[in-house]
């Protein structure tokens, strides 16, 4: 841990803990209120009983109300889903509630988990995309002869999606380059025969690429009263659905105009 300041230590560490703790949860896929809420309650764990917060996805200001004032603002560049370090850190924060750590014990562990990298392999999440496409295929009402081409459809759009990332830094960017190339890759199929419903194999190799999180935490923050939040996400669900919905028209309409030629 960094050097304190003498003259605000107590109020600087505990503004360290609950910033990290946000950040933490805001980075892994947590929602506005919750994570203005754990801020909170890990704030009052230390005794600490006017603290205010303010969320949105990009940055975090959480402020302590004393006589010596501590603010601090923490900057948000990159977000993704890891609901497991989200479930960690809301446990440290009950243990903080029930004075079991200290704020120096607390920081240590929130920064052993920031670092900790708990997320799935690559490659397994390109099986479990695989495996969920089929399986959204056949929930869609496709048939069982189209399970496998949508299966190594899917599998291909995730691994393509995470690629695309590292190597085109622009947002949205990435979800209509591997749309593009699922709406191919299942038109290749029904064009060799391997596979029969065009419609089917795109809906279900498209779904791993759908951002539900995102939707979800937008719906949940305009129901809190988080607007700002809320609005944003909502329009970043949207943009990443245009972009997905882009890539996929693209290639319907090639084969549509193919179709009647």
């Known amino acids: 841990m960094e050097h304190l300041p003498s003259h605000a230590a107590t109020n600087y560490e505990i503004a360290q803990v609950c910033l990290l703790a946000g950040k933490i949860m805001l980075e892994n ?4 209120y ?9 704030a009052e764990g230390f005794g600490i009983r006017n603290s205010h917060s303010f969320v949105t ?4 200001i959480f402020s302590i109300d ?3 004032q501590t603010t601090r603002l923490i900057r948000i560049s990159a977000r993704s889903t890891d609901l497991h370090k989200v479930t960690v850190v809301n446990a440290i924060s009950r243990r903080i509630a029930q004075g079991k750590l200290s704020p120096q014990d607390a920081y240590k562990q929130l920064s ?3 670092a900790a990298n708990t997320s799935f392999p690559f490659w397994f999440k390109i099986v479990s995309a695989a495996i969920a496409s ?6 869609f009402q496709g048939t069982w002869s189209d399970f496998l081409p949508a299966c190594v459809t899917g599998g291909a759009g995730l691994a393509f999606l995470g690629y695309f990332h590292r190597l085109v830094p622009i947002k949205f960017f990435a979800e209509f380059l591997a749309s593009l190339l699922i709406g191919g890759i299942a038109y290749l199929f029904v064009r060799t025969g391997v596979g029969h419903d065009l419609d089917t194999i795109i809906i279900g190799s498209v779904m791993p690429l759908v951002p539900g999180l995102l939707i979800t935490n937008a719906v949940r923050d305009l129901m809190a009263g988080h ?3 809320g609005v944003s996400k909502g329009a970043e669900a949207f943009l990443t659905a245009f972009a997905i919905g882009a890539g996929i028209a ?6 549509n105009g193919e179709g009647i030629a």
């Open 29 to 32: 896929g947590g929602e506005t």
């Open 34 to 42: 919750r994570v203005e809420d754990t801020m909170t309650h890990i």
């Open 57 to 60: 996805p990009t940055g975090i």
């Open 66 to 68: 004393a006589p010596e």
């Open 112 to 114: 052993d988990i920031d």
């Open 134 to 139: 089929g399986c959204f295929l056949i929930m």
């Open 227 to 229: 607007f700002v939040s």
């Open 250 to 255: 693209f290639v319907l309409s090639f084969y």
